[in-house]
Structure formats: structure tokens, C-alpha cells
T-cell receptor
Framework: DAGVIQSPRHEVTEMGQEVTLRCKPI?????LFWYRQTMMRGLELLIY????????DSGMPEDRFSAKMPNASFSTLKIQPSEPRDSAVYFC????????????FGDGTRLSIL | EDQVTQSPEALRLQEGESSSLNCSYT??????LFWYRQDPGKGPEFLFT???AGEEKEKERLKATLTKKESFLHITAPKPEDSATYLC????????????FGRGTSLIVHP
């Protein structure tokens, strides 16, 4: 079975540019999560969706961050404009029943903002 | 506020040297505790779920246990391929039910 697929795997861009990260969850999973991982703060939940609807975006750090899920098989996390402090590894995860089940993670996007 | 603390931050073992990793938590009622393994350049991979104090789960050289305030991940006779970062995540009984992750323990097993 295909797991959670994220693209790109690596992104290097200059400060002020728009960055779009992409995620394809596992087919049949109703929940999708976006996380950010840094050495300083560990793994932080940014936002999660249930049936394509954003449920909790309280972890989104600033208005520069936005996330969408136009259909059950695709989600994007956008940063505009990007800043050096946004550099981190961004993970997407999915599962069938939200917090009651373990999450299946993609391999992440390593983002570097110069 | 729910808190999850993992210790030690880093652990170096010789192959065959058994040890334990700790995950202590402060939540208003535990619904579930998850252990994950994360290899460099990869996303976390699920290992175990524990729900109640006294519960134990095993997988190969790993055994996870749970008390009312903490969980241990025991590694028996580790091998170099057990080297990874081990994360625990705690799900509280109230709120959104989405687990909160600890910072992880980085384990290196030397041959």
C-alpha cells in the first residue's frame, strides 16, 4: 500500500518567496495533519483536517501560513512570504479516526529559507 | 497545559547493553499513549499504543510499559539497527484528542 506522499522532499528558497508543500494522504483516511519539526521545539501540530474541513488551526504560527484540502486525496501548506525562521522539516500525516489512532507519517519536506 | 517530557535526550549504548527510555506526562486524564520510532530523513513510524496503567506491549527487542505518570520503553540486548529517535505522544481525555509529542530520545547503539 502506498503511504503518505509528500513533495517536494527538499526545498531551498530565498526569504520572501512563496513556498507550497504538498501532501497525498493514504486512501480512505479521513484525518490529515500537518506538523513542523525543529531541534528546538520538536514535533508541533500546525493544523488538522477531518473530511477535508479544517478542525483546529491553532498551531499555525502566523497569518503567513495557510493550509487547504480541496479534496480527500490532496492537501497543501503554503507559506507566504517565507522567512528564515520557517526553516524546518514539515510532515504530513493521516489516519482514519483522529486522535484515537496512531498516525501514518510521510517522509517530510526539509525546508530551508535563506 | 498537557506536557510530555522524554529522557534522556540522547543515549549511547553498546550492542547487547539493555536500557530504558522514559516518557513522563502531565495530562488531565490519559486516553492513550503512543510510541514511535523515527529514522534520519524519515517520518515517525508507529510502534505501540498503551491505554491503561499496568499495560505492556512487546515487539522484538522492545517492550513498552505504562504507569499513571510515565511510560518506559525497554530495549533488551539492542543491535545497531535499533539506532533511531524514539518519540512518545500522549492523548488527553479532553479537548481535541490529538496527541501531544515529546521531544524524543536519540538512541545510538554501537557495534
Amino acid at each position: 500500500d502506498a503511504g503518505v506522499i509528500q513533495s517536494p522532499r527538499h526545498e531551498v528558497t530565498e526569504m520572501g518567496q512563496e513556498v507550497t508543500l504538498r501532501c497525498k494522504p493514504i486512501s480512505g483516511h479521513d484525518y490529515l495533519f500537518w506538523y513542523r519539526q525543529t531541534m528546538m521545539r520538536g514535533l508541533e501540530l500546525l493544523i488538522y483536517f477531518n473530511n477535508n474541513v479544517p478542525i483546529d488551526d491553532s498551531g499555525m504560527p502566523e497569518d503567513r501560513f495557510s493550509a487547504k484540502m480541496p479534496n480527500a486525496s490532496f492537501s497543501t501548506l503554503k507559506i507566504q512570504p517565507s522567512e528564515p525562521r520557517d526553516s524546518a522539516v514539515y510532515f504530513c500525516a493521516s489516519n482514519e479516526r483522529g486522535g484515537d489512532q496512531p498516525q501514518h507519517f510521510g517522509d517530510g519536506t526539509r525546508l530551508s529559507i535563506l | 497545559e498537557d506536557q510530555v517530557t522524554q529522557s534522556p535526550e540522547a543515549l549511547r549504548l553498546q550492542e547487547g547493553e539493555s536500557s530504558s527510555l522514559n516518557c513522563s506526562y502531565t495530562v488531565s486524564g490519559l486516553r492513550g499513549l503512543f510510541w514511535y520510532r523515527q529514522d534520519p530523513g524519515k517520518g515517525p513510524e508507529f510502534l505501540f499504543t498503551l491505554y491503561s496503567a499496568g499495560e505492556e506491549k512487546e515487539k522484538e527487542r522492545l517492550k513498552a510499559t505504562l504507569t499513571k505518570k510515565e511510560s518506559f520503553l525497554h530495549i533488551t540486548a539492542p543491535k545497531p539497527e535499533d539506532s533511531a529517535t524514539y518519540l512518545c505522544a500522549v492523548q488527553a481525555a479532553g479537548g481535541s484528542y490529538i496527541p501531544t509529542f515529546g521531544r524524543g530520545t536519540s538512541l545510538i547503539v554501537h557495534p
